[in-house]
């Protein structure tokens, strides 16, 4: 039988277990111990959905599986949100220079700063996920909201920045960048420095 923890080979001695179930409820304890979530399972290759969890729970070990675990712990999600938190203070200062890139021709420059802001986003709203898994994380608010109302709230602007580029609209990215989005970006830059 193989264990791998995040592609990592690991050394498991299984002791009672005799089911694919107690194999996962073991690895469920050792997880808790360690602050961590199991977020992923493949057993010999298949994904193990929801769906269909408890028929694979129930199969008898024949000792020849191949169990892949991916797992976050407590301190990697603190760990990117301090990350983040770096990111987006440095990007609320780029952010605030895409109106003068964009008049003065520095597109590339302009759309090199709109690129590591969609990429950024895109990154905190899965480590604000990842969160979840952990209680200590759920009190987080941004500018007084949970992630997700600080969001549902952001993403109308950033819909109309998106536009407003397609449209070639400087004066409305330059706009909405300095007003609508840098504050933004340091509002969340704040509420992770402070976790």
Known sequence: MEFYINDEKIDVSLEDERTVGDVLKSLELTCQENEAEVIGIQIDGQKVTAEIFDEIAQKELSGKEKFEFSVITKKAVFESFKRLSELFRDLSAKMESVPLELQTGRDKEAHSAIKVLADSIEDFCHVATLSSLFSDFTEIKINGMEFSAFFADFQPILKDFEDALK????????????????????SIAETLENI
């Open 167 to 186: 449209n070639n609209d400087t004066v409305t990215v330059g706009d909405l960048a300095e007003y609508e989005i840098c504050p933004r970006l340091i």
